[in-house]
């Protein structure tokens, strides 16, 4: 399983982008990759996942450069309610329900 | 659809002791997965089961069990309690989806507390 590094935290105001690099030189050609958030004594939420280009959904954008061994979940104009830890995974997702996750990165939205 | 709910939510248990938390997973999802959360260690996988079959598992002690049962509600057992198995247990559902890739669901956990 490949493994993952992200920064340990990042600070923010409301209203800004965040945009959180994940680095996984290991990835494997199988390999999806899967961002979570995680609100204190509560279980992750899935926000994202991708294979290559760009996913968007309603909440985040994901960004993932050719060679696929960095990723970078956007949040558009964030909120106090986005200060949370998030997860980068990687993994083989199609075939293995094992997830492996790293430290994550605090994000602390300011006002 | 309700979510994935785990019993009880609050546990204290002494040391040596043994404990068995509950996980319901999402009505239609037949993988169940449990993970062990501190701070020290983070988010780690203990095991997960899928159509009553263990089908991976983490690098924890064999004091940790599990089992599924054939309506997919799977129960997580410790036994011999240490202090060090204070944490937070969460358990997370999924289904393989159309588009190739699993979403696993997590619910609230059961904050398991050794004296």
């Known amino acids: 399983l490949a493994k993952t590094t992200q920064p340990i935290s990042m600070d923010s105001y409301e209203g800004q982008e965040v945009n959180i690099t994940c680095s996984h030189n290991?990835?494997?050609?199988?390999?999806?990759i899967t961002w979570y958030q995680q609100f204190p004594s509560q279980g992750p939420r899935f926000i994202i996942q991708?294979?290559?280009t760009k996913v968007t959904n309603e909440v985040a954008s994901l960004f993932i450069p050719a060679d696929r061994k960095s990723s970078t979940l956007s949040l558009p104009r964030v909120s106090l309610s986005d200060t949370a830890v998030y997860y980068c995974?990687?993994?083989?997702?199609?075939?293995?329900?094992?997830?492996?996750f790293g430290s994550g990165t605090r994000l602390l939205v300011r006002p | 659809k309700a979510g994935v709910t785990q019993t009880p939510r609050y546990l204290i248990k002494t040391r040596g002791q043994q404990v068995t938390l509950s996980c319901s997973p999402i009505?239609?999802?037949?993988?169940v997965s449990w993970y062990q959360q501190t701070p020290g260690q983070g988010l780690q996988f203990l095991f997960e089961?899928?159509?009553?079959?263990?089908?991976n598992k983490g690098n924890f002690p064999g004091r940790f069990s599990g089992r599924q049962f054939s309506n997919s509600r799977s129960e997580m057992n410790v036994s011999t309690l240490e202090l060090g198995d204070s944490a937070l247990y969460l358990c997370?559902?999924?289904?393989?989806?159309?588009?190739?890739?699993?979403?696993?669901?997590f619910g609230p956990g059961t904050r398991l507390t050794v004296l």
């Open positions: 290991n990835i494997a050609t199988n390999d999806y």
């Open positions: 995974l990687v993994g083989d997702t199609g075939s293995s329900y094992k997830l492996i």
């Open positions: 009505s239609g999802h037949r993988s």
């Open positions: 991708g294979y290559k």
């Open positions: 089961y899928f159509s009553e079959t263990q089908r």
């Open positions: 997370a559902s999924s289904s393989p989806g159309d588009k190739g890739y699993n979403e696993q669901f």
